[in-house]
């Protein structure tokens, strides 16, 4: 029974890890399938989650908080649009230019507004999303088997993971069932033709990058307002180029992409369980070899398993309209 708790406690951690991966994912995977390589997930999210964090302390609101990151997310991707749309800029600078963006303005706005060497304030309980527990859940806790996935795996999240989880069918839906799905898809695979049919090429890569902003600002409220009581430097750790990894590891499908966030938090969940723990034969193995092991899973992963990948024929290229 203690090593089905074990197992359980994992499992739980590697949900609650792979929700900012998931959400950056399929920020991705819109920008992506519209023909915009993104490499700027990181400082969307970064920005996101200082932006929530210090709202939320300011305004003492949690929904405050989650519109703010949404908003400032929202704008950066705008600027990436700007950059690499309307000026037809190489995607990729835009993309790294943002994160250093987003790296330096957060320090810097962090200590000239709240004096804490670029943390925000420790948020208190109505500032942030607490977990929700499920009806039930405490009565059924003890039962075995069924209790600890209730109470442990299903009930005791923030509503941003069940938000996250959502939105895996809600985007399988948006982009193979509507109309504005089948466009994006066109767009990241033939823009000419989409123009062709009178469609504006601008405009829905536009679209594709507000809802790649809606997203990474949810992913960065999580990490400052849910998974942590407040931002710190750097606390996105690269979650935003792992997302990518994911993306690639899932072929640009919604569904794919979130089994592959899952299996990347499972990475990370797993480094963290066996920090300071003698394994078989091996012994104690430092704890910076197990922090950095999901990185080197990712990739041996991507380097050996993934097959072909074969990314929109679209992307990354800026689209000229021919006269």
Same mark, same amino acid.
């Given at each position: 029974? $203690?090593?089905?708790?074990a ?15 998931? =959400?950056a994912?399929?920020?991705g995977?819109?920008?992506?399938r519209?023909?915009?390589f ?6 969307? *999210?970064?920005v996101? !989650?200082?932006a ?8 003492? @609101?949690a ?6 990151a949404?908003?400032?997310?929202? &704008?950066? &991707?705008m600027i ?14 835009s /993309?790294?230019?943002i ?8 320090? *810097?706005?962090g ?8 943390? +925000?304030p ?14 039930? !859940? $405490?009565?059924?806790? $003890?039962?075995p088997?069924?209790?600890p996935?209730? @109470?442990?795996?299903? @009930?005791?999240? @923030? %509503? ?19 109309r504005?799905?089948l466009?994006?898809?066109?767009v /990241?695979?033939?823009?000419? !033709?989409?123009? +062709?049919?009178? %469609?504006?090429v ?6 594709? =990058?507000?809802?790649?902003?809606? =997203?990474t600002?949810?992913?960065g ?13 750097? *606390?996105?750790a ?8 994911a ?8 569904v794919?992409? *979130?089994?592959?966030? =899952? ?5 990370? !969940? ?6 300071g723990?003698p394994?078989?034969?091996i012994?104690k193995v ?17 380097a ?14 800026p689209?000229?309209k021919?006269?």
């Amino acid at each position: 029974m $203690d090593v089905f708790i074990a197992i359980v406690q994992i499992l739980d951690s590697t949900i609650r890890l792979s929700v900012p991966l998931l =959400l950056a994912c399929l920020a991705g995977l819109y920008s992506e399938r519209a023909g915009i390589f993104d490499i700027g997930l990181e400082g969307k *999210m970064l920005v996101g !989650a200082f932006a929530g964090a210090a709202a939320a302390s300011v305004f003492h @609101s949690a929904v405050l908080g989650l519109g703010m990151a949404i908003l400032i997310s929202v &704008a950066f &991707a705008m600027i990436h649009g700007f950059a690499s749309i309307t000026h037809r800029g190489n995607q990729i600078v835009s /993309g790294v230019a943002i994160n250093f963006i987003a790296a330096g303005s957060t320090i *810097m706005l962090g200590q000239h507004w709240f004096q804490q060497g670029g943390r +925000t304030p420790a948020l208190a309980p109505n500032e942030r999303f607490e977990a929700i527990t499920w009806p039930g !859940a $405490d009565a059924v806790r $003890d039962v075995p088997i069924i209790g600890p996935i209730y @109470s442990e795996l299903i @009930s005791g999240h @923030s %509503i941003l993971v069940y938000i996250a989880f959502l939105m895996v069918p809600f985007t399988w839906w948006v982009l193979f069932r509507t109309r504005f799905g089948l466009r994006l898809r066109a767009v /990241g695979e033939n823009p000419a !033709a989409v123009d +062709t049919a009178g %469609i504006s090429v601008a405009w829905l890569r536009y679209r594709a =990058l507000i809802c790649t902003g809606v =997203l990474t600002g949810v992913a960065g409220a999580y990490l400052s307002m849910a998974q942590n009581g407040g931002f710190v430097k750097d *606390m996105t750790a690269g979650k935003g180029y792992i997302a990518l990894a994911a993306l690639i590891f899932a072929k640009w499908k919604p569904v794919n992409a *979130m089994f592959a966030c =899952l299996l990347f938090g499972f990475l990370d !969940a797993l480094s963290i369980r066996l920090q300071g723990s003698p394994l078989p034969i091996i012994g104690k193995v430092p704890v910076q070899f197990m922090q950095a092991l999901p990185y080197v899973l990712t990739v041996i992963l991507l380097a050996g398993f993934i097959g072909k990948a074969i990314p929109p024929r679209a992307g990354g290229v800026p689209y000229v309209k021919e006269r």
